[in-house]
T-cell receptor, first 111, second 111 residues
Framework: EADIYQTPRYLVIGTGKKITLECSQT?????MYWYQQDPGMELHLIHY???????EKGDLSSESTVSRIRTEHFPLTLESARPSHTSQYLC??????????FGSGTQLSVL | AQRVTQPEKLLSVFKGAPVELKCNYS??????LFWYVQYSRQRLQLLLR??SRESIKGFTADLNKGETSFHLKKPFAQEEDSAMYYC?????????????FGTGTRLQVFP
């Protein structure tokens, strides 16, 4: 089924661990985005990509990195997680200027 | 700088009352604006976009370039309209296409 998938749904880890949040879409979308959202707060754009091998930083400074080696895959990596990284991370994709499709999100808690 | 402002964090009304969720934007280019909605335990999804000039679930929004506003309106609120509403701006330039979100407004419709 054409959709956008994020795994894991929930992640609890200790400080200093390296983590990768997965995001895949099966809709053939060229553009993909990562947003960070704290409860009841706005969505902050942290990374986006317009296609394979294209990645840009968003408006909110983030210590995370992303890669876009395949059209359908846009993982986000934190080399050394800290409690300040605790948040919800939303992945989204779209084709051209069409509407954005969101994943279910990953709720990250760093202890 | 591009910015989306939603001045109300929470809007509470009774069923059948009119609703207006405010959204103002700041953007030097030609704006493309959207309203996204998140119902409880569901993903963020598109409600409507200004270029479509359509009414979805009884909601409408008109782009007012003079006032730089894109307020969301519904004449008679329903309980199922209770959700989190986000106004978003597509900020395009020759090499970027970012979708910037406001802080969101929680709409509570009481019976």
């Amino acid at each position: 089924e054409a959709d956008i998938y994020q795994t894991p749904r929930y992640l609890v880890i200790g400080t200093g661990k390296k983590i990768t949040l997965e995001c895949s879409q099966t809709m053939g979308h060229d553009k993909m985005y990562w947003y960070q959202q704290d409860p009841g707060m706005e969505l902050h754009l942290i990374h986006y990509s317009y296609g394979v091998n294209s990645t840009e930083k968003g408006d909110l400074s983030s210590e995370s990195t992303v890669s876009r080696i395949r059209t359908e895959h846009f993982p986000l990596t934190l080399e050394s997680a800290r409690p300040s990284h605790t948040s919800q991370y939303l992945c989204a994709s779209r084709f051209g200027g069409e509407k954005l499709f969101f994943g279910s999100g990953t709720q990250l808690s760093v202890l | 700088a591009q910015r989306v402002t939603q001045p109300e964090k929470l809007l509470s009304v009774f069923k059948g009352a009119p609703v207006e969720l405010k959204c103002n934007y700041s953007y030097s280019g030609s704006p493309e604006l959207f309203w996204y909605v998140q119902y409880s335990r569901q993903r963020l999804q598109l409600l409507l976009r200004h270029i479509s000039r359509e009414s979805i679930k009884g909601f409408t929004a008109d782009l007012n370039k003079g006032e730089t506003s894109f307020h969301l309106k519904k004449p008679f609120a329903q309980e199922e309209d209770s959700a989190m509403y986000y106004c978003a701006l597509s900020a395009k330039s020759y090499n970027t296409d970012k979708l910037i979100f406001g802080t969101g407004t929680r709409l509570q419709v009481f019976p």
